[in-house]
């Protein structure tokens, strides 16, 4: 399991995903289903974000199984921003699908 913080056009989105790589297919074609298809994504430390929203990221963690694609954790991107300094996270990733 990976969670991400995408920088997207509408917003900051913080999400669990079961797919191990942001450059996996599957899972750029789903974020591409659901509208996002250009953003930045920078990979959260799983332990950290567990530690940030508590039970709310083991609410959604438990909803999120290998065959699931995606969950998404936050789409307060206030309260993202509040949450993770960006010395916390890696290195930012630019996507940019046609």
Do not use: C
Request: glycine share 8%.
């Amino acid at each position: 399991m990976k969670s991400l913080l995408l920088l997207t056009a509408s917003g900051p989105l913080l999400v669990l995903t079961s797919h191990q790589s942001l450059n996996d297919l599957k899972l750029l074609g789903v974020l591409r289903q659901k509208g996002i298809g250009k953003f930045v994504a920078f990979d959260v430390p799983l332990s950290l974000a567990r530690e940030r929203y508590g039970g709310h990221f083991q609410a959604v963690e438990s909803n999120l199984h290998e065959t699931d694609d995606l969950r998404v954790l936050d789409f307060n991107g206030q309260r993202v921003f509040q949450l993770f300094r960006f010395e916390e996270l890696g290195s930012p990733i630019l996507i940019e699908q046609s």
